[in-house]
């Protein structure tokens, strides 16, 4: 995240989301409501989508929506994120404290990126921000080499989308999964958001298949139910 100060005086701390492939230094940035899980995925595979196909791994640091902890070498994972690596068949690699040169460089990426666009280039609002950022990463793909490969990364992208394998779905339709359990109330809850179930299904555990704009809730009965999605409690 970095603070951003408008035009105007006013203020905001900007949330992104910043990848990057490996052969020819194709960058992707959207910026992100915040650091949780969800937007993590959905951002991760608009990157995907912005790639043209899927890489074979995927290099992360050690965020908790990732890995929610390391037990004797053992990985605990995000049990929202751990779907998505086996639906889209890629593998995910973390960053080993002793591995100075991974974390490194997803530091840089995010260092690069403050420093080469947040921090030198002035912004009316947010919506001049978000209109620069296109016009940036235009130009850092397409126009300027990159100083890791001296090219341009259009001009390797081609060869590189060759090793990339097609989304098994469109990001935009893609469902987190929750575990749920409907409650006394008649109520399964997300994000301190209820969404109500028949009275048959109080106490039966159950998937929440979240959607940008809806929710399907499978219980393990059989029982099926969508409702439109509610914004989360004290979210704008």
């Not at 595979?45 to 990732?66: C, H, I, M, S």
């Not at 921090?119 to 950022?133: A, G, M, P, S, Y």
């Not at 235009?138 to 001296?150: D, K």
Request: net charge positive; glycine share 6%; charged share 25%.
């Amino acid at each position: 995240s970095v603070k951003v100060v408008y035009g105007d005086g006013s203020s905001e701390r900007i949330h992104f989301f910043a990848s990057r492939l490996k052969y020819s230094r194709w960058t992707h940035v959207v910026t992100v409501p915040n650091e949780k899980v969800e937007p993590l995925i959905r951002a991760l595979l608009q990157a995907f989508e912005a790639f043209g196909g899927v890489p074979l791994r995927a290099v992360f640091d050690n965020p908790k929506t990732v890995v929610t902890d390391r037990c004797n070498g053992a990985i605990e994972w995000n049990p929202t994120f751990a779907h998505v690596p086996v639906d889209y068949g890629f593998g995910v690699e973390l960053c080993w404290p002793r591995r100075a040169n991974q974390k490194g460089s997803v530091e840089n990426l995010v260092g690069w990126v403050k420093g080469s666009f947040f921090k030198v280039r002035r912004f009316h609002d947010r919506q001049d921000l978000e209109q620069q950022l296109i016009a940036w990463l235009e130009e850092v793909n397409t126009q300027r080499p990159s100083r890791a490969t001296n090219e341009i990364p259009a001009a390797r992208m081609e060869a590189e989308r060759q090793r990339l394998s097609p989304l098994a779905r469109p990001a935009a339709e893609y469902p987190l999964r929750i575990a749920v359990t409907v409650r006394t109330t008649g109520f399964v809850e997300y994000e301190r958001t209820r969404y109500s179930m028949p009275p048959n299904t109080i106490g039966i555990p159950g998937t929440l298949f979240l959607y940008s704009e809806r929710v399907r809730i499978v219980m393990r009965d059989g029982t099926e139910v969508e409702h439109p999605r509610r914004p989360a409690v004290g979210n704008t």
